[in-house]
């Protein structure tokens, strides 16, 4: 992904720039979530910290899963580092504010979104569709970041929203990355857009939570 000013992404496969549906999601998120999740700091950051750690485990079990692919082993070791980081800032901001880090709750957006997965086929298949998923969900969160970092009304933390949201971004192309490198772009494209398709009907489907990043 491009960034040809500070909000504007561009899309990864045909280069279209994407205004308020960024990275090519089909349902943008109303912006008023951002109300919502402003309701209760705590909650919002403890969802966010998960996300984070559950970024830097999936870094770890695709490495454990596929260590002979050596290219994938060397992109995501320095993003477990990177995600495990962004946990560490989550878990300052909340000390900053004098809160406290909650338990982890259930994550029905990304469990729908692992329920999409083709199951039962090659070892290499469920590659393709391991970082398919990795791709969508940074995605979602890169325009989810993008909405707090314009409209979160604490002024402090829209610059640091809005470097979560480059980050991710980056994340989004990576895993896309591995994914035509290892099955060509054609195979990708085509299993990323129903991918995007059923992304659109899960956010249509889960009712919007303040106390969710998802
Ligand atoms: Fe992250
Ligand atoms: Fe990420």
Redesign the pocket.
């Known amino acids: 992904m491009v960034f040809n000013d500070s909000t504007s992404p561009v899309c990864y496969f045909c280069g279209m720039e994407l205004q308020n549906t960024t990275l090519g999601l089909k349902l943008p998120t109303d912006p008023r979530w951002v109300d919502l999740a402003e309701i209760d700091l705590a909650e919002i950051l403890t969802d966010h910290a998960y996300?984070?750690q559950k970024?830097a485990t999936a870094c770890i079990s695709l490495i454990q899963a596929y260590p002979e692919r050596a290219e994938l082993v060397e992109a995501l070791a320095p993003i477990v580092t990177?995600?495990w980081g962004?946990f560490r800032m989550v878990l300052s901001e909340l000390k900053k504010r004098d809160l406290a880090l909650g338990r982890q709750r259930k994550d029905e957006y990304v469990n729908k979104l692992l329920g999409f997965q083709q199951k039962g086929g090659s070892r290499d298949a469920a590659l393709l569709e391991k970082l398919l998923t990795c791709a969508l969900i940074e995605a979602r969160?890169c325009e989810r970041f993008r909405l707090l970092s314009l409209h979160c009304a604490d002024e402090s933390l829209r610059g640091w929203y809005h470097k979560?949201m480059v980050?991710?971004a980056g994340?989004y192309r990576l895993f896309l990355d591995l994914a035509e490198q290892y099955f060509g772009k054609e195979k990708v494209w085509e299993r990323w857009q129903e991918y995007l398709r059923f992304e659109a009907g899960v956010m249509q489907e889960l009712s919007p939570r303040g106390d969710r990043m998802h």
């Open positions: 996300c984070e970024a990177e995600e962004h969160s979560f980050a991710e994340h």
